[in-house]
């Protein structure tokens, strides 16, 4: 450990970073510098003439396109956007009053909860009327039409500061919205506030230096997750009806799991992070958290497809295509996934029950349901952590020389951790991913869907930062994955399973997310 430390000084001081005593110590009691061995063998074992994994395009599967969609189920809840949208719709309900009853549930419960980073109140009501205004009119612009919905204060909404949690990031109000946020309100969606994060993202738990943890709606002594823990929060407390969140090691999938909610990391460029704060280029994910699968689906179909500002988005993705939510998974191939490689138990036997659960259900719908080691994923996941460590770094450097002290303890030891790696090391590592990517892809040629745990035990206490090593794979690899709770545990929280699919298979995954919704039921709103 020595050695690491002594290098981890030697490139902070040549990158012209004024990290002091403090910070190295705090460092190796936070374990940060705890798997760069395990890194290093990695990397050693990736032949020195491989493709890197940015320029291997042998690596990103063809996408397939779906059948023409026939729309969510008709007989949805109310407390979702599928069910409700039928209600405006008829206009049984009003866009103005679902905002008032949103901001009301906001004003009543975000001094415990701390969701909301801004209440957009006057902005959302005039939306609401417009809505209001323009079904009066005739004219309807689909399921997100005067629905009150919530954004993730990391992406830019014209008007107002995106701070990414931070005390310093966003002097200037923005002047325009993330292409995610205009896609909502072109579908006629209204935005009632920015949500709550751990500062720039990178934590796996709501913990924030500047503005405090966020507690879970279900136990306000526990955590929401992290980072996107405001969107969790705000959707499963009745604030919104659903939330935009982004994903670099968990950050849709473990709020959304603690909640009790249906959290979606699409496919690697499958949407915009155009207007967003970056954490790591190549490994940030946007996407929805919702009350249902068809929710998670009706976001997506808005959300999805390329953006001229966003160049990550103009690989081969077709159009999202929902399809239908009923096909059910008749001959699909699910692998319940059991060892990771790591020689640890993937999770707790409450965790692995709940996944028994879901698939039972599967099988019962007349999937194909079997049981696959896959011991590539704890390498994906210590090159996961290893390479947003190093595109985080590399964002943050400026900041780092110049604004140190304004980082809060845990975000700044962190990203100064990742200055232990050496300039070839990003390199290596993108040839180690290609690697691992090919034998993923061998490895599942035959399965068209994992299931396996989120989180390999009960929600942390408040502030305290979840696990997300069954998470960071999937964002290593850019496959799609999708979070749902399952079963209640004996504390009364949520227990969620987690559903992969290949790259631009969100249809798939989608579909099998349903049938188990539907057999194990959605957690009631809190």
Known sequence: MSELIERLRANLRAAGIPAIDDDFAGIVEMGFLSRV??????????????????????????????????????????????????QIRSRAVSPVELTAQALAQIAARD??????????????????????????????????????????????????????????????????????????RTAGAVIVGKTRLSEFAYSPGSNNAHYGATANPHDLSRDTGGSSSGSAAATAAGMAFAALGTDTGCSIRIPAAFCGLVGLKPTWGRTSLAGGVTLSWSLDHLGPIARSVADAALLLEVLAGPDLRDGRT????????????????QGLRIAIISADGSGAPLAAEAQRAAVGKAAAALQSAGAEVSELEIPELDQLRVLGSAILGMEAAAFHLPTLRTRLDDYGSFMRRRVL????????????????RAVLRRRMLERCAGIDLLIGPIHPGPVPARGVPANNGLAIPFNNLGWPALTMPAVKGEDGLPIAVQIAGKPWQEQTVLRAAYVVEQALGRMPLV
Request: aromatic share 6%; charged share 15%; proline share 9%.
């Open 111 to 184: 001094g415990e909860l701390n969701a909301f980073q801004v209440v957009l109140a006057d902005a959302a009501r005039a939306e609401a009327q417009a809505a209001e205004k323009a079904l009066a009119a005739g004219t309807y612009h689909g399921p997100l039409h005067g629905v009150p919905l919530a954004v993730k204060d990391l992406l830019d909404l014209a008007g107002t500061r995106t701070r990414a949690g931070s005390s310093f990031h966003g002097p200037l109000n923005a002047s325009q919205d993330a292409t995610a946020v205009a896609k909502l």
């Open 417 to 432: 951790a990742n200055f232990v790696y050496q300039p070839v090391d990003f390199i290596r590592a993108q040839q180690a």
């Open 37 to 86: 061995a395990d890194f290093a063998r990695i990397v050693d074992a990736a032949p020195a003439d491989t493709l890197p994994d940015y320029l291997d395009a042998g690596n990103l599967p063809a996408p397939t396109l779906a059948t023409a969609p026939a729309g969510p189920p008709a007989a949805a809840p109310e407390d979702t956007i599928a069910g409700i949208a039928v």
């Open 314 to 329: 103009l690989r081969p993705a077709p159009a999202f295509i929902a399809g239908d939510l009923t096909a059910g998974v």
